[in-house]
């Protein structure tokens, strides 16, 4: 198998299919799984778990005399059928179950497995105090998804199987358990209290939970249906904040999906180390405690709000609706990570709704640039966890939005209601989305699904635009960048889409009004010519912004500017504030400067302010400082992050003022603290002492400590960034030490791979020492913030610790990543010192440059 494929122009794209991938099926099925009861005793300061698994099956057909069940490490004790002890073989892998009696169909049968298990690899995690972080709470999770579920318990472990379940586990008190379903029973015993509870619809394996702990609980209510929010005692506040717009959000989804909340219950367990955001199991999500808002973060933090209707979401696309193979995942988490762009659109407007939507797109787009590409839907790879990355969560939401625009509002919900009303409590693929799209709508979208989710990429236009005024014609010429110019070539990567083109008209300072055509785009090359009463104002391609897409517009200066100004979509105004960014000179600078002031919509002032970092003239400066004034937080951001790339005296005088007088934002104050050490580290005429910048990042790092570290991580940012310096080395090490909060631990062990670039040989393996020691850690964030550190040194050595860390982790995604930052080490190695110099001697070129074309514009300005 190729580690690479081409495309007909030589773009290389790395494979999703790494060595060893190969097709995945479901298992022939022995009958279905009726119901699975657990009966659980947790031994929490031993990590163990002993306990029995009780798994009624119906036999599909007669004669099977052999089960096999999914079971990881764990120690099997004896197995029952009807009561009857049976013969087994166990691997540590597969439980080979030997039927004394083989099957009858349809005749039930009752297996019972005796089983324990201790120090579990994955699936069941126990969170307790030790020597570094004694106030560490108690606690004890289960994360299924996506074949997990077999460290815990012997099981059919794949999304096909749907049955009822039960757990009923004890727990020492004052501890809480929290499971599935309704609470049937408890019942005390001594120092110790047992909880019972039923699940009575039917869901996989993947989504069967408990969650223990001494949790604060929270009661709200949905149509008189329990809502709950459990946290660490101390933090009701914070639940409350961050979680308690649940009960609304269950109202929006069961009338966009046009099926009322499904279970008896919605619980939301905040838990201590998660190692996702979130996870959807059935009426009861678990999330990370690192959601949780203080009043502060709960100022410029969506990212909580977003998680709370995602995996509420995943209650109806994923739970209610179970998708039967981990090939369709994108049905899913498409449609969850989507109602995220729903509710931000009920919620904050259509405005919000689309920068979100943009945001989503660019996270699929880096990945398939810089990562890999690949169809959607695909059975081969190495592990399930591999396909959850960009393309089936943003990608899939774009793809849903495509749908939607396709069929118009009212038919796209009618066609959503039909798809989960049709298949609830049933296992479905991409296929019975399209069905229920025809059969609500009479569509048929294999077309767009052939393009978007059966093959990997998307189109990439440049759209040019010239009037003629005798002639009165637009003419507008459209070319698939993505596609070969080799007109023999195959055309396999075209698109064919019927894109609206908009001509903008707009009297008087009024808002703008579209003339709209919709042309097919399906060669690489197309012109259309478009007859106008006059010319217009400005152009928009795709009007709305609806199709997923990377857009080149090479317009002329006056109609960008218009367009900036005009457009009434906030994506097609940010479009236009990057074509005129690559333009450059001072008349574009004016009208970003402008557009920083004036926009009325946060996400375009955004974007603006990081366009106007790009063009290269010092009155670049006077144009952003403006903004660290502005009301929005997201725009102090974004300004103090284009400031940083400017790298003078003045933007670092500027931004020390931040870090200094603080700011109402945690993440500007992050990104503040992160742009000294940037600028500190260019090659400035007035450079800042290096002792006075630590001196300063030193200050940040004892006096603000607070909501997720994320200050305290902006200045170990900061601090990577003076790459000579040891005194910088020294003090991100002392903060990589067992004992200093998690999140700011990670950053730090992160950052040492970026400080190592600069440093001295010795340095550079007291570094390799310290993240070989830091590999041997089990905790899964840590052997990710290590292999983050690795893939960014420049240093051969690198390769042995990630090979070593990939070869011995129990989990998939570091398996991948540990080879992606090898290759990505590799690639690195090839830059030797003297290209290096050759690039700082560029970039003080660059200044030099800029200095005088700033008062050649300046001169030509007066001149004018």
Same mark, same amino acid.
């Given at each position: 198998m190729s580690y690479y494929f081409f495309d007909t122009e030589n773009h290389h794209y790395k494979s999703f299919e790494l060595p060893g991938a190969k097709p995945h099926y479901n298992p022939d099925r022995p009958g279905q799984v009726e119901h699975i009861f657990l009966d659980l005793d947790l031994d929490i300061s031993n990590q163990r778990l002993q306990g029995q698994c009780n798994i009624t099956l119906l036999p599909i057909r007669n004669g099977i005399d052999r089960l096999i069940l999914d079971a990881v490490?764990?120690?099997?004790?004896?197995?029952l059928v009807d009561k009857v002890s049976q013969k087994f073989d166990y691997d540590g892998q597969k439980l080979s179950v030997k039927l004394d009696s083989p099957t009858i169909a349809n005749k039930r049968i009752a297996i019972a497995i005796a089983y324990s298990v201790q120090k579990p690899q994955r699936g069941i995690y126990f969170i307790q105090p030790e020597k570094h972080y004694p106030h560490k709470p108690t606690q004890?999770?289960?994360?299924?998804? $996506? @074949?997990?579920?077999?460290?815990?318990?012997?099981?059919?472990?794949?999304?096909?199987?749907?049955?009822?379940?039960?757990?009923?586990?004890?727990?020492?008190k004052p501890l809480i358990a929290i499971s599935n379903g309704e609470l049937i029973a408890t019942e005390e015993n001594g120092d110790d209290k047992v909880y019972h509870w039923l699940q009575q619809q039917i869901h996989p394996t993947y989504l069967m939970t408990l969650a223990?702990?001494?949790?604060?609980?929270?009661? $709200? @209510?949905?149509?008189?249906?329990p809502v709950t929010y459990y946290v660490e005692k101390g933090r009701e506040a914070d639940a409350k904040r961050s979680m308690g717009k649940t009960p609304r959000m269950m109202e929006f989804l069961s009338e966009k999906y046009g099926y009322a909340y499904a279970y008896p219950k919605y619980a939301q367990v905040c838990v201590d180390d998660f190692i996702f955001g979130g996870m959807e199991n059935t009426s009861t999500t678990l999330l990370t405690d690192r959601c949780l808002l203080d009043a502060k973060a709960a100022l410029d933090n969506r990212n909580t709000e977003s998680l709370v209707v995602h995996e509420l979401a995943h209650q109806w696309f994923g739970?209610?609706?179970v998708i039967k193979h981990w090939s369709h995942a994108w049905v899913k988490e498409g449609m969850a990570s989507y109602s995220e762009v729903m509710w931000t659109e009920h919620e904050y407007g259509a405005d919000e709704a689309a920068y979100y939507r943009l945001g989503e797109a660019r996270s699929y787009l880096a990945e398939d640039s810089g990562r890999y590409r690949r169809p959607m839907v695909t059975h081969v790879y190495r592990e399930a966890i591999e396909l959850y990355d960009r393309h089936i969560y943003e990608k899939g939401s774009c793809v849903y939005h495509m749908i939607r625009t396709e069929l118009g509002d009212e038919m796209f919900w009618q066609a959503m209601q039909r798809f989960v009303q049709d298949n609830a409590h049933k296992t479905v693929e991409t296929i019975d989305l399209l069905r229920a799209i025809e059969k609500a709508s009479g569509r048929n979208l294999l077309f767009l699904f052939d393009q978007y989710v059966y093959r990997g990429g998307h189109p990439d236009f440049k759209v040019a635009y010239s009037w003629d005024g005798d002639a009165k014609l637009a003419k507008i010429t459209v070319t698939q960048t993505q596609a070969a110019s080799d007109n023999n070539a195959s055309n396999s990567?075209?698109?064919?889409?019927?894109?609206?083109?908009?001509?903008?008209?707009?009297?008087?300072?009024?808002?703008?009004?579209l003339k709209i055509f919709k042309v097919r785009v399906h060669e690489r090359e197309q012109t259309f010519y478009f007859p106008l009463p006059e010319k217009p104002l400005f152009v928009s391609f795709d009007v709305g912004n609806n199709f997923l897409k990377t857009v080149s517009l090479e317009y002329p200066v006056p109609e960008l500017k218009a367009q900036l100004e005009f457009?009434?979509?906030?994506?097609?105004?940010?479009?236009?504030?990057?074509?005129?960014?690559?333009?450059?000179?001072?008349?574009v600078l004016k009208a970003l400067e402008t557009a920083l002031q004036k926009d009325p919509f946060w996400g375009v002032r955004v974007e603006v302010a990081a366009q106007l970092a790009e063009i290269k003239l010092d009155q670049a400066f006077d144009a952003l400082v403006l903004g660290l004034k502005d009301e929005n937080s997201y725009v102090r951001k974004a300004v103090v992050e284009a400031l940083a790339t400017i790298k003078t005296h003045a933007s670092y005088k500027a931004i020390k003022e931040v870090v200094e007088d603080g700011d109402a934002s945690y993440y500007v104050e992050a990104a503040a603290a992160r742009a000294v050490g940037t600028i500190a580290a260019a090659s400035l005429e007035e450079k800042p002492k290096e002792e006075k910048v630590l001196k300063l990042l030193k200050t940040v790092l004892e006096e603000k400590a607070g909501w997720n570290e994320v200050v305290r991580s902006g200045a170990i940012a900061g601090l990577a960034k003076l790459k000579t310096s040891e005194a910088a080395l020294n003090l991100i090490l002392e903060y990589t030490k067992a004992g200093v909060p998690q999140p700011l631990r990670l950053a730090a062990i992160r950052a040492l791979g970026t400080v190592s670039v600069g440093q001295t040989p010795a340095n550079v393996e007291r570094i390799l020492d310290h993240l070989a020691e830091l590999a041997k850690e089990r905790f899964f964030l840590t052997q990710v913030a290590v292999l983050t550190a690795l893939g960014n040194m420049e240093t051969s050595k690198a390769i042995s610790i990630l090979q070593s860390l990939g070869e011995q982790t129990a989990d998939g995604r570091v398996r991948r990543y540990a080879e992606e930052e090898i290759a990505k080490v590799q690639k690195s190695i090839g830059t030797d010192s003297a290209v290096k110099q050759l690039r700082e001697e560029l970039d003080q070129l660059k200044q030099q440059n800029q200095e005088l074309r700033s008062r050649l514009e300046n001169l030509e300005a007066k001149a004018k």
């Open positions: 490490n764990l120690n099997i004790e004896s197995v004890v999770w289960t994360q299924g998804e $996506d @074949e997990d579920s077999r460290f815990w318990f012997p099981c059919f472990d794949y999304p096909g199987q749907l049955s009822t379940s039960e757990i009923r586990v004890r727990v020492p223990v702990g001494d949790f604060a609980e929270i009661r $709200d @209510e949905w149509n008189g249906k739970d209610l609706v990567n075209l698109f064919d889409l019927k894109v609206p083109i908009g001509f903008g008209y707009s009297q008087n300072g009024a808002p703008a009004e457009d009434p979509h906030p994506t097609s105004r940010i479009y236009a504030a990057e074509a005129l960014a690559k333009k450059g000179g001072l008349e």
